[in-house]
């Protein structure tokens, strides 16, 4: 099939309908993607096999891009700040005895100590992707959630180091040859810092263009294309993508944190698709198949059983030693089960390496290459529900306050100004400017003799009617009044209000009674509401982490 858009097209609504089907069973929807893309992928030679995976790089890419953004959005530096010790000390602690536990099991087996030096460093590696995705979907909200989201957002850093590490040495045992460290290492080092210099310098470029931009309208654009540049330029200097989105949105996020809210908001509703794409496409890379060459089913399985023993136990003894909340302690182990991107990377890089280094070292790197490809495959199904049951133990699904929640939970009477100074038909311009002097509002309702609503005169009509000279006496407020078509009532829903400023674009709603009513109970400025629920958010999140 090379018709791209159909086969997108496709992938999109049959992953909608599995991931509804999932959501259902009570399972993560992310879990369900996999599945889909597994059955019409490489291990049933489905329609996702062969080459065709290969043409949709571009949308890994992006949707990785997305993913590391995302999680960079969430890392809030004093939040940060506030776990930072405990973060330290778990990431280390999770991953070296990850590294040690996996190499151990691996040289019993295979009786190879630079066999186990690789696996046991590509095995300290976490993916971001399924644990953003269900982390997501459930609307986790914690300490647990932010441990998580901040190892993940590191562990590919510290992999990438361990891996420089170990290579030295596994090359050394290899060809007898003393090890170079610092050659060696230099690769790793020069890597991280070009990844976080590129996510740097493009947050910084961001924040200004956001911050400048008048047409709030073109905000995705800004957002998808400074995302799509960062993963361009990552590719082209060889560098880790989704540590430079990390870090694109970390500077995005943290320059501007209140107004950049907005932004990431777009994002996100834009990349639904684009996430069922990226996870189906993950299940049609993996292939079964693999499991049945050689010794390869056994050592997998003690690689996933260490691996899964190594961050669970990491987990638990770094937070006691940094004294990390008790929900931490115990369950933010199962949410590090992820392996995907780097792990896969590095072993392909490994069998590269080792190809070069005689038969032993070939037929050792194919193993590891094996081996790094079909636990990724069992580990990626194993991920979604572990990363559940760690945030569901630690009560933190559905806690992750959003706009949309807070307008949710409010009618239009809970918002509205009721206290305002009202402006009736017949008073002259003096009069309507000693009113507007005392207090900060850019418009003003003005009501008939009756009491009934009339219209509103802004600061904009204040203005033209200065230019009318020697009239100030004869200009009453029912002559500048501007008729108001756009009505709110005191019982209506907020979020239909608030679709309403943004569809029209527009920043004042005057609130009725009732429908059949003229009367005036209330005024809404769009300005003050979004205020108003930026705070609510930042105060409902900081009540669920205390």
Do not use: W
């Not at 630079?114 to 460093?121: S, T």
């Not at 496409?281 to 089913?297: H, M, P, Q, T």
């Not at 790197?365 to 790094?372: A, E, R, T, V």
């Not at 945030?391 to 806690?399: C, T, V, Y």
Request: net charge positive.
């Amino acid at each position: 099939m090379n018709n791209m858009l159909l086969l997108i097209g496709v992938i999109i609504l049959l992953g909608t309908v599995v991931g509804k089907i999932f959501r259902k069973l009570n399972l993560p929807q992310v879990m369900g993607y996999m599945i889909l893309g597994f059955f019409i992928g490489e291990s049933f030679r489905g329609f996702l096999s062969g080459p065709v995976v290969d043409s949709f790089r571009p949308i890994i890419s992006l949707a990785l891009g997305i993913i590391g953004f995302m999680i960079g959005a969430e890392l809030n530096l004093k939040r940060f700040k506030r776990y930072s010790r405990s973060i330290y000390t778990i990431l280390f602690a999770e991953a070296f005895l990850t590294f040690f536990l996996v190499g151990g099991i691996t040289f019993l087996i295979t009786g190879k100590v630079y066999i186990g030096l690789m696996l046991g460093a590509l095995s300290s590696a976490t993916a971001p992707a399924a644990t953003y995705g269900v982390l997501g979907e459930y609307k986790a909200r914690g300490p647990v959630t932010m441990t998580a989201l901040s190892i993940v957002a590191l562990d590919d850093a510290l992999a990438l180091l361990i891996y420089g590490f170990a290579s030295v040495f596994a090359r050394s045992l290899i060809v007898h040859e003393n090890p170079s460290i610092l050659s060696t290492m230099a690769v790793p080092l020069i890597q991280i810092v070009s990844s976080v210099a590129i996510g740097a310098i493009a947050g910084f470029v961001l924040h200004k263009i956001s911050k400048n931009a008048r047409d709030k309208g073109r905000m995705l654009s800004y957002a998808l294309g400074t995302i799509i540049l960062v993963v361009g330029l990552s590719i082209y200097f060889k560098v880790d993508p989704i540590l430079a989105s990390m870090v694109l949105g970390v500077v995005a996020s943290n320059l501007r944190a209140s107004e950049s809210r907005e932004m990431f908001e777009v994002v996100k509703k834009f990349s639904s698709p684009i996430f069922i794409l990226f996870f189906v496409l993950v299940g049609a890379r993996l292939d079964a198949r693999i499991l049945a060459k050689g010794n390869v089913l056994i050592l997998a399985i003690a690689y996933i059983a260490s691996r899964s023993v190594g961050k669970v136990t990491g987990a638990y003894i770094g937070g006691k030693l940094s004294g990390a909340k008790a929900t931490v302690t115990k369950y933010l182990g199962f949410c590090l089960f992820d392996q995907a991107g780097v792990a896969v990377g590095l072993a392909i890089a490994t069998f590269h390496t080792f190809s070069f280094l005689g038969d032993e070292a070939r037929a050792a790197g194919f193993l590891i290459l094996s081996i790094i490809t079909a636990t990724t495959f069992l580990l990626q199904l194993i991920a979604p529900p572990m990363i559940k049951y760690g945030i569901k133990k630690a009560d933190e699904i559905n806690r992750d306050i959003t706009e949309e929640d807070v307008v949710e939970s409010h009618k239009v009477s809970d918002l509205m100004e009721k206290d305002f100074p009202a402006i009736k038909e017949n008073f002259n311009l003096p009069k309507i400017i000693s009113i507007m002097k005392e207090t900060s509002a850019n418009n003003f309702p003005v009501i008939k003799m009756n009491g009934d609503f009339m219209g509103v005169i802004s600061l904009g009509e204040i203005r033209d009617a200065f230019n009318e000279e020697q009239m100030d006496q004869l200009i009453l407020a029912g002559d500048i009044a501007r008729e108001v078509k756009t009505f709110a009532y005191s019982e209506q829903e907020l979020k239909e209000i608030m679709d309403t400023f943004k569809s029209k674009n527009i920043e004042y709603i005057p609130v009725l009674a009732k429908k059949t009513s003229r009367k005036l109970a209330g005024q809404l400025e769009y300005r003050k509401i979004t205020d108003y629920i930026t705070k609510e958010v930042l105060l409902r999140q900081q009540e669920l982490e205390v």
